[in-house]
């Protein structure tokens, strides 16, 4: 009896706590400030991305196992023109390259993933390491050390072994919260004396959703309404036991931090003068990022979660909600869970509430009752769904000071895309995308939010999911028609080391040189590129031959027409 009321007492309390530590966040609040001139505090961290699928190629080489990726790619109208990650940017074999690319730039850190399959290829530790996909992983890693850039490392960047797809269904069980927690054991216990940055699971509500509800991305499955919640509520699960496994066994030898990555969009209300649309756009992020982030800082999803998908739940005649439930048990051992937060950001959409009657069918998209819009003022240079809203950045940024205590955040992703037939190498729209973007991060920093570094995402133009190479994320353009896989530098390259070796940006006068210098050095690379004969192909099919194949079209049209109303006459 005694000890139930101390319990109680104890639950009381960490809510108490727990509640006091969201602050409010003030949603009227929205100053679009001009450009601000300063830097970022002395030891920022400046860094690019990559992850294993999209980046290393090599898919069955050197005893590497199949993942959900390498098997949704080869099924055919999975993946834009079916391209699939086999070869991508041969990372594998280009690293080398690739880390003196990065010297160049004289970046402090590189975030890239391990591929679970390639030193795990069953998935399973107790059955087979491969000792050449861990032997890949330590070379990556010593030369990076070699040349002071820091590994950052993601444990699961989507890349799930097949097999543990197979046999259990992937992240729908249960089983593999502790398969994870073996797999990132054997990580730590191998690369763990040298990498002190691990970041467990890259934007968990992607795998979800894409993976689980929408099918989008692997491993394909459809299961509206539920399938996203359940795999969810594994990955936080895995989240906390990775963390729990790491502060007891190794981080007194190791000394590392153990975060997540999540991404999130900003969500702002249409009508700041409706309250109604405020609770909107609070929703949209609750049911993105607070999905994740509430349990892992507060131990529980977010009360409205927890409104919305329960009273949905029980209008569609269900006993319990389709939304699992934490036990008090699993509530404290997921609290707290996160020694920092990496936090992926690109994008924008305005709220506006939006009712979805039961017996609508249930999905995730109708649970939140809302609707996104855009505006079409909005730049939006590559893929379909970013936008270029800088100051949705800055107030991303303080929402989450406001409502998980001020966390010390990486950024983990921020960038933008081209389509791949651009082959442009003075990349103003990325420039511009930079600037703007890390200049909202500084005023964030300026506001009292402990942002310590930022990744521009990414490295290369990669694989990009279900769109294959058709939107191109990278600094540096990758020639994939062309089998060694060249890279050239465009003029985002400069750009954003300038960024890093002013630590910002020092005074009006000296930025605006950076974009005219930037692009002076980006007209060689053009020429370069250029002068690749495969490119020079390329351009010769979309510059010449098409426009003439066109005009001839009109021009023969035109007389076809000419000679039918001289016959009519
Ligand atoms: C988030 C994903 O983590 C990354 O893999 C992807 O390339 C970027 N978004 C851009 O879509």
């Not at 850190?109 to 032997?135: A, D, Q």
């Not at 991404?263 to 929703?283: C, F, K, L, Y």
């Amino acid at each position: 009896m005694l000890r139930r009321g101390i319990l109680k007492l104890v639950h009381l309390l960490a809510l108490v706590v727990c509640v006091s530590a969201v602050g409010d966040f003030d949603w009227t609040r929205n100053e679009k400030t001009s450009f601000y001139y300063g830097t970022f505090p002395t030891g920022f961290l400046w860094g690019v991305g990559s992850s294993a699928y999209q980046t290393e190629g090599a898919w069955n080489k050197d005893g590497k196992g199949m993942s959900i990726w390498d098997v949704f790619a080869h099924k055919k109208g999975k993946i834009s023109s079916n391209e699939t990650g086999d070869s991508s940017c041969d990372g594998y074999y280009k690293f080398k390259d690739d880390i003196s690319l990065m010297k160049e730039m004289k970046l402090n850190h590189y975030r890239f993933s391990i591929s679970w399959p390639r030193i795990l290829p069953s998935g399973l530790k107790s059955e087979h390491i491969n000792e050449k996909g861990i032997k890949y992983y330590n070379d990556l890693i010593d030369l990076l050390l070699d040349n002071t850039i820091t590994p950052v490392v993601t444990l699961y960047h989507w890349d799930l072994p097949q097999v543990l797809q197979e046999k259990y269904g992937g992240w729908q069980n249960e089983s593999m919260v502790s398969y994870f927690n073996d797999f990132a054991d054997l990580c730590f216990e191998r690369f763990g004396n040298r990498v002190k940055h691990w970041i467990t699971f890259n934007n968990p509500w992607s795998i979800s959703v894409e993976g689980h509800e929408t099918g989008e991305h692997a491993p394909g499955l459809k299961l509206r309404g539920t399938g996203a919640y359940k795999a969810a509520h594994h990955i936080i699960k895995a989240h906390a036991k990775v963390w729990h496994t790491y502060d007891m066994k190794w981080r007194s030898k190791q000394k590392g931090l153990i975060g997540i990555s999540l991404t999130a969009d900003w969500g702002e209300p249409v009508d700041m003068s409706n309250q109604r649309d405020i609770e909107a756009a609070e929703r949209y992020i609750h049911f993105y990022l607070g999905w994740f982030a509430t349990p892992l800082f507060h131990g529980d999803y977010p009360q409205v979660m927890k409104e919305y998908v329960g009273r949905k739940s029980g209008q569609q005649g269900l006993g319990a909600s389709r939304l699992p439930v934490f036990s008090p048990q699993e509530k404290s051992y997921i609290r707290g869970t996160v020694d920092f937060l990496g936090l992926g950001h690109y994008t924008t959409r305005y709220v506006t509430e939006k009712n979805y009657p039961s017996g609508f069918g249930d999905s995730y998209f109708a649970d939140r009752d809302l609707a996104e819009l855009v505006d079409p003022q909005w730049p939006d240079p590559g893929s379909e769904w970013l936008y270029s809203v800088p100051w949705g950045f800055r107030r991303l940024l303080n929402f989450v000071k406001s409502q998980y205590g001020n966390p010390m955040i990486y950024v983990t992703e921020n960038g933008v895309s081209e389509k791949m037939l651009c082959t442009d190498l003075c990349d103003d729209w990325r420039m511009q995308y930079f600037r703007e973007y890390i200049n909202e991060m500084l005023k964030a920093i300026k506001d009292g939010v402990n942002v310590k570094g930022y990744t521009a995402w990414s490295l290369l133009d990669s694989f990009e999911w279900d769109e294959g190479f058709s939107e191109r994320f990278g600094l540096y353009f990758v020639d994939f028609t062309n089998k060694d896989k060249p890279r050239y530098p465009k003029a985002s390259v400069q750009f954003y080391k300038r960024i890093i070796s002013s630590n910002g940006f020092p005074n009006q006068r000296e930025v605006e040189s950076w974009k005219r210098k930037a692009v002076e050095t980006c007209s060689s690379s053009n020429q370069l590129l250029a002068a690749d004969p495969l490119i020079g192909h390329m351009e010769m099919v979309t510059e010449i031959v098409v426009p003439t194949v066109c005009t001839l079209c009109i021009l023969l049209s035109a007389v076809f027409f000419m000679f039918l109303l001289r016959r009519r006459l």
